[in-house]
């Protein structure tokens, strides 16, 4: 591995099993020409199949572990192992927390090159250590389910008065160390697919640009939807809180995962072609750039509506899940379909955005979406609470209906961090501001654990009650959440700038206030591990019931 933190060493950058890297490396001009007739040999041509594979199998490392972090954790974790509301949710950050850390591959990937290569490379190695890590689930004994199930001929269900394994919940570390240690490496693989992703756009005809990455988006989508509806099928057995008699265990599924992993591995290594560099990247000199960039208005503003805005949208009450588990029998099927429409209905809104409403007023638009968002999801969990409606198809009702607002805050928060960006930094500053939003999470489960700990609405019993008093500790414990979700307006109309405009006149005219740097970055950095802490505490059975990790008090 070769790391750049000095001027002047492109020419290792030139990839060996080219012929005339002799002569590219005489100069930076015949680096350059070697970029060009790469460019010129390597062109994309979507008639072309290898070409076509290239394009449509380089997303999908993040597509995997998007379906492993959305789809899978419900129906094990969730329904399989039965754990409590507040070990739920403290995975669920914990995974969150893993997905962002991509912003140290991105640094890695720009600056250190393995064999004069910055991407391929770092694609095997995420795929092969996700590969391994998938397959070790072999060598783990799997617990018997929580609950027990009733077979009553083709009839199967998941019988919530039979516990046939009390302690199931305690082998849950386990499983999820692995779960985690496999998305942070995924991280790598993302990290590198989506620049060269980019790269392969570039090289397109200027007349026909943007069919590569539209490509790239569409077999994304795709692979997404398909993974969703398989994940929903093969875990919607009655172990997993579903009604089919057949489906497949935790380890064969993860066997599955780990071949389509190693699937990547044989694309990576012997189908991607990786493009050469012809400039060089500074570590060092982009370190200075950037921590001069965090002491100006525009970013600290930006970054502050990212992590504390993250944070105050992300508070949940810890009855959420045991609401859609004992209340609402949320079946894994139907979560998959209802994910797979909201992923349509986020790209068709992105589309409908972008091409009429672009140039609207962001704290406008972001109020109308916060004012629809949590007033729906409020109203779906309150009418399931009082047992009004206890759907689990009218429970995604909100879901589906928040969907169309949502992308547009995707969309926003997308514009937001490019136009802070500086010229030079603009990957790693894009990186931060999406790694900021991942970092709100874990800060926000321990706030929301905290708070709701004190209505003991985690365990089964007051659900299996259902009396008046136990909906009214569970309303409680959901209407404290969202009243500090509706704070988050206050961060709207103060920090967030009003429009593209806005963000470039701070930039030009905006102070410079690098003690509020120091502070946020120590502040950051702080909130973090001892969120993180918590959370760990929060999913480990043994102290999961300690009140400061959303449990009741532990009786000894």
Known sequence: MVCYTREGQEDHRTPRSFSFRQSAARSQMSSRRLGLAFQEATSV?????????????????????????RTVTYPFFGRYLNLQGNEF?????????????????????????????YRVPYMIMGWTIASILFYSYQFISLPESYYGVVRDGERCYQNQSDIQNPNAGESASTFLTLLVICLFFFGMTDVASDALAVEYGRREPIAKRGKATGYCTISETGGMAIANIFAGIAMNSAEYGGRFCFGLRWDQLMTIYGTIALFGVINAALFTIEPPKSDTYNIKKNMIVFWDMLASESFIRVS????????????????????????????????????????????????IYERFFINTNWRFALSMIYLTIFPVGLLSETLAIFDVIRNQYMHFFDEILSSAPFAIYLFIMMQLATEVSEEGSEGIAFGLMMT????????ANTLSNLICGP??????????????????????????????NCSALILVHTILPKQKAHVQEIKKKGKRYPKVRAVFVCFLVLSLVISSGVNILATIRQTSCLQIAGGSGCKS
């Open 45 to 69: 041509h979507l008639t072309s199949h290898s070409d076509f594979m290239k394009l449509v199998a380089t997303p999908h490392g993040s597509v995997l572990a998007l379906i492993v972090m």
């Open 89 to 117: 949710n403290a995975i669920s950050a914990i995974i969150s927390l893993m997905w962002a850390m991509k912003i140290f591959w991105a640094f890695l990937s720009d600056g250190c090159s393995i064999f004069g290569k």
């Open 304 to 351: 502050i509506f990212f992590y504390f805005g993250a944070m105050l949208m992300g508070m949940r009450s810890s009855a959420g899940l045991k609401i859609k588990t004992m209340w609402v029998k949320v079946e894994p099927l139907t979560g998959a379909a209802v994910s797979l429409i909201c992923i349509l209905i986020v790209m068709g809104s992105m589309v």
């Open 436 to 443: 900021l939003w991942g970092f709100g999470s874990p800060l």
């Open 455 to 484: 209505f003991n609405v985690v365990n089964d019993e007051r659900y299996a009650r259902d009396s008046m008093e136990d909906r009214l500790m569970v309303f409680y414990s959901t209407i404290i959440p969202f009243c500090i």
